[in-house]
């Protein structure tokens, strides 16, 4: 509860140190109120900063491997993921000898896992999919129309993905790996690059919320204001 936080007595609006007879805490708190309010609704959705670590985005990451990213969410609901899943030499498609499989979990809860040929052949298989992620790949080098061939080509390939998640309030961790046969780095080098996150803002239950919490301590000043006479 984001809102109610900053805002509850004490820490916002200045109940304290208002003049009784200069201006009225309640309209002061009612102004605070539906300034904030109106900050909210101009704002669908925010894009989070994000901390990968000591990752550098799109660089090359040994297979099998893994790296955490961190960002904040103001709200609690669905915020949306999009990034580019990068191989750099023969990172192995699904049905293959070595294959790969590459997962996405947020908060600990995987979401998503699946097989993309990224230079090593074999085909794009979608593993785990419950939010409905959309992933276009493109093998380095193939020869076919689709760029999705089975071929081994040894230039590597990318699949930008994106779908929505489940975010807490707070800090919320996104966690990116491959799984497989340990051949490499040179071999099997992947990494993570274009990664942006938006994350949801608050729901109009907050606003009431936050509005109620505004009026009950308008009501608590004007009390203690009146019991002082
Ligand atoms: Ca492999």
Request: aromatic share 8%.
């Amino acid at each position: 509860m984001w809102g109610i936080e900053q805002i509850g007595p004490g820490k916002g609006p200045k109940l304290g140190h208002l003049h009784p007879d200069t201006e009225e805490p309640h309209a002061t708190l009612l102004r605070t109120g539906l300034g904030i309010a109106a900050f909210f609704t101009a704002v669908i959705a925010q894009a989070a900063s994000v901390n990968t670590g000591g990752y550098v985005l799109g660089g090359e990451l040994a297979s099998p491997g893994s790296f955490d990213a961190t960002f904040s969410s103001t709200a609690a609901g669905t915020g949306y993921l999009h990034f580019q899943l990068v191989g750099f030499a023969s990172l192995d498609g699904y049905d293959n000898c070595c294959t790969d499989v590459f997962h996405l979990r947020i908060n600990g809860m995987e979401v998503f896992a699946a097989s993309f040929n990224l230079g090593g052949g074999g085909t794009n298989t979608i593993l785990f999919n419950p939010n409905g992620a959309t992933a276009l790949t493109t093998t380095h080098g193939a020869t076919d129309s689709l760029h999705d061939s089975h071929q081994v080509t040894w230039a590597g390939g990318d699949s930008r993905i994106a779908l929505p998640i489940d975010l807490l309030v707070g800090v919320n961790t996104l966690t990116f790996s491959y799984t497989g046969l340990r051949q490499g780095v040179g071999d099997e080098g992947w990494g993570v690059g274009s990664l942006g996150i938006t994350t949801p803002v608050p729901e109009p239950q907050t606003y009431a919320l936050l509005l109620a919490g505004l009026g009950a301590a308008g009501l608590l000043s004007r009390r203690r204001k009146q019991a002082a006479r």
